[in-house]
């Protein structure tokens, strides 16, 4: 079972900028996501790459985040431009054996690897 690790995090004011790094220890075709859990809110996916690089967004974050993946570099990356307080949360990534189809926002963190989370934090 791949290995994944986060890394990134930080604290950022609003409207400011960072990088979320999740790197695995083998290659995966598998589709890899991000979802993020704040303290009193449902955990929440934001985020999903296909081994293909097809992307897809929760609304949330449309417009603001972006996916990418290295498969060679094991690597997936989440840009994140525009961050508000409401984003502030534990990001973590994942496995979704599943692609990315269907209720991939819903399905991330519940089945397949994920790492241990990094903590985002936006606040003035």
């Given at each position: 079972?791949?290995?994944?690790?986060?890394?990134?995090?930080?604290?950022?004011?609003?409207?400011?900028?960072?990088?979320?790094?999740?790197?695995?220890?083998?290659?995966?075709?598998?589709?890899?996501?991000?979802?993020?859990?704040?303290?009193?809110?449902?955990?929440?996916?934001?985020?999903?790459?296909?081994?293909?690089?097809?992307?897809?967004?929760?609304?949330?974050?449309?417009?603001r985040?972006?996916?990418?993946?290295?498969?060679?570099?094991?690597?997936?990356s989440?840009?994140?431009?525009?961050?508000?307080?409401?984003?502030?949360?534990?990001?973590?990534?994942?496995?979704?054996?599943?692609?990315?189809?269907?209720s991939?926002?819903a399905?991330?963190?519940?089945?397949?690897?994920?790492?241990?989370?990094?903590?985002?934090?936006?606040?003035?």
């Amino acid at each position: 079972q791949v290995q994944l690790v986060e890394s990134g995090g930080g604290t950022v004011q609003p409207g400011e900028s960072l990088t979320l790094y999740c790197v695995g220890s083998e290659f995966t075709l598998n589709g890899i996501g991000w979802f993020r859990q704040a303290p009193g809110k449902e955990r929440e996916g934001i985020a999903c790459i296909t081994g293909n690089s097809i992307l897809y967004y929760a609304d949330s974050v449309k417009g603001r985040f972006t996916i990418s993946r290295d498969n060679f570099k094991l690597t997936v990356s989440l840009q994140m431009n525009s961050l508000k307080p409401e984003d502030t949360a534990v990001y973590f990534c994942a496995e979704d054996p599943s692609g990315c189809t269907g209720s991939w926002s819903a399905r991330l963190g519940t089945a397949g690897s994920r790492g241990h989370g990094t903590q985002v934090t936006v606040s003035s």
